[in-house]
């Protein structure tokens, strides 16, 4: 690997890595975003402004503040050199101007050793003493107790020692200014935080309304509310969940209609051809009309099929030992593998139907059948392993059609109508749920269905 080819491959792990770190910190929810955006600008904010003008600020205000002192304690110095008084007469002046200057002035008519040590000194005495420093005198700069800092200077006639207290150097407004820009940020970022809540509430109530729809449930309380977007959808929801149920309720009608409307005169047909004397012709009309009349009761059970039970929570283990119990008085082979107990909010008739649907197909078209209950991707998974003649792959997607069938002869004897695997979709989908084939490892057709567990809010 040339080194070229080395640099461009670690630069991709480290861009990869940034984009996934930054995708991990990217908070998923709408209210954590929204939180996030009034946030970061703010702190933005203060942050520039803080390095930059109050930085600026503070600076010139203790350079003026170091001035002002080491402007006075010049004075100071011009009036001792200049007066010549005895030392308690002078220290008692210096003391009646360090009163009026706030400062506490002592000369000492000695030379003292100010020594080069470095003294620790505080970030905010750092123009004072830069101030000092600049004297013609030997100085030296030490804090004392208070953060007041001790100003030593080597005169001519002597040592003079200055006290300074804190607030004479150090300004304090900046404090306020940070207080007040953090308290007010504070209260910004409240205000923006409650009135951000509730339109991420429409928002959230407006996805729950659609999750519940989807996943089946039709009688729930839904009011379009929020900003004006939001309210729009949440109308076109509405619109759209009752021309579904209109639709819905209409096909139902029809197709059950249409199916009684048909029967009358296949009945009278039936008599009728009872009546005729009995010939091959004959016998095979009656066995179409026959077939037309077992296809008449699948198209009105696909009729009534639309839910007109409740949701109510069902246990899977339950339903499928009564549905299998069942399967095995009528001798079929049938295993149930229960990896735990596993609840769903369903229709449970509906949802005996589709799994009975399956297995019926399976008990029709295989010797044996397996199924397994469990969990899977936080969903409800059942399987329903056979070891019949399977579903070649690009049929799958063809038999979940109504009335079609593999088999082309349409003959009962060998299948049924064709709508088994379309109701059992029907339902599974009405749930919110997946149905799926696949190959199984007994040989034959797994058909995987998966459905929305039971929560706390379903
Ligand atoms: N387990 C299976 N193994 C092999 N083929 C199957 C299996 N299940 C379904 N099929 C094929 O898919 C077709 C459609 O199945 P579907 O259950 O919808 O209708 P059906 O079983 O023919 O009639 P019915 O409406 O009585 O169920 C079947 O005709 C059959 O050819
Ligand atoms: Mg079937």
């Given amino acids: 690997m040339t080194f070229i080819a080395f640099a461009r491959r670690a630069w991709d792990w480290v ?90 002035i002592a000369f000492v008519p000695a030379r003292s050793d100010i020594g080069r040590r470095k003294q620790k000194r505080h970030y905010s005495s750092a123009h004072l003493y830069a101030e000092i420093r600049q004297m013609d005198y030997p100085t030296a700069m030490r804090e004392v107790a208070g953060q007041q800092q001790l100003v030593t200077l080597q005169l001519d006639k002597g040592t003079l020692k200055v006290l300074v207290p804190r607030k004479r150097f150090f300004s304090s407004t900046v404090y306020a200014f940070l207080l007040w820009m953090v308290g007010s940020s504070f209260f910004l970022f409240g205000i923006a935080y409650l009135f951000m809540k509730n339109q991420v509430r429409s928002v959230a109530r407006l996805a729950r309304a659609m999750g519940r729809f989807g996943m089946g449930q039709t009688n729930f309380p839904f009011k379009p509310e929020g900003a004006t977007e939001v309210r729009q959808a949440g109308m076109s929801f509405v619109q759209m969940r009752d021309r579904i149920l209109r639709y819905l309720q209409e096909r139902t009608a029809m197709l059950a209609g249409v199916s009684h409307d048909i029967r009358t005169p296949l009945a009278r047909m039936k008599l009728e051809l009872e009546m005729m004397p009995p010939g091959a012709s004959v016998s095979d009309l009656q066995a179409d009309v026959a077939e037309m009349e077992k296809m008449l009761a699948g198209y009105l059970e696909f009729a009534r099929n639309e839910g007109r039970e409740n949701m109510e929570s069902v246990v899977l283990n339950t339903l499928l030992q009564d549905i299998i119990h069942k399967h095995r008085k009528m001798k079929k082979r049938v295993d149930l593998h229960e990896e735990q107990i ?111 567990l039971k929560t706390r809010e379903t």
Avoid: C
Avoid at 344 to 372: F, K, W
């Fill in 15 to 104: 861009r990869y890595g940034f984009k996934s770190l930054l995708k991990g910190l990217r908070p998923k929810g709408l209210r954590n975003r929204f939180v996030l955006i009034i946030l970061l600008p703010i702190v933005f904010l203060q942050v520039i402004l803080f390095s930059f003008f109050y930085n600026r600020h503070w600076d010139a205000v203790s350079r003026r503040l170091a001035q002002d002192i080491a402007g006075e304690i010049a004075a100071v110095i011009h009036i001792i050199d200049n007066v010549s008084m005895p030392p308690d007469e002078l220290n008692a002046v210096l003391e009646q101007i360090g009163q009026e200057m706030q400062l506490d």
């Fill in 342 to 452: 596993v609840a769903v909010m369903a229709r449970p008739n509906d949802l005996l139907r589709a799994i009975t649907n399956i297995l019926s197909n399976a008990g029709r078209y295989a010797r044996r059948a397996r199924v397994t209950l469990g969990i899977r991707n936080h969903m409800a998974r059942i399987v329903v392993d056979d070891d019949g003649p399977g579903i070649p792959e690009h049929k799958r997607a063809e038999v979940f059609k109504a009335f079609y069938r593999l088999e082309e002869s349409r003959n009962t004897a060998t299948g049924g109508v064709g709508l088994g695997l379309t109701i059992a979709r029907d339902i599974i989908l009405s749930h919110g749920g997946t149905i799926s084939l696949s190959d199984s490892p007994l040989g034959g057709l797994r058909v995987v269905m998966a459905l929305p």
